[in-house]
């Protein structure tokens, strides 16, 4: 089986993605995980506003199969919440690079995201 894995994006080995566009990380989690998921049901995630520590857990998602941490690809504030996801949790299944992403991060160094994995070193890691 292979899973979409955009190669504008780097990669945590516990399956989150960012996406950084001018110091601003959009984080979701990736294809290959919602598909060990299963049916998302529910997405807890920090307020705006809160500090999170890369690599440090952010929130928990819960599906029919099991509940799994969620971890900061970066350090930064958080500075929006994909608030659709509390009510539609299944976007995270439905569409995880677009519309099922969880935060948005303004990074203390964006610098961070070299130390993830890269497309290729993800696509390694799940093969």
Do not use: C
């Not at 990380?25 to 997405?43: H, N, S, Y």
């Not at 705006?48 to 970066?74: C, M, R």
């Not at 569409?95 to 290729?120: H, Q, V």
């Amino acid at each position: 089986m292979s899973f979409d894995i955009p190669d504008d994006r780097r990669y945590l080995e516990s399956h989150e993605w960012a996406l950084e566009d001018d110091g601003t990380v959009r984080v979701g989690i990736t294809d290959f995980a919602q598909d060990e998921l299963g049916d998302v049901v529910f997405v807890e995630l920090p307020d705006e506003g809160d500090s999170l520590t890369q690599e440090e857990q952010f929130g928990v998602i819960e599906s029919i199969k099991a509940v799994s941490d969620l971890y900061a690809p970066v350090s930064g504030e958080v500075v929006a919440i994909n608030e659709a996801l509390f009510d539609a949790p299944e976007l995270v299944n439905e569409d995880p690079f677009g519309d099922g992403w969880m935060l948005e991060i303004d990074a203390d160094d964006a610098s961070e995201l070299e130390n993830l994995l890269s497309p290729e070193e993800y696509e390694e890691q799940i093969a």
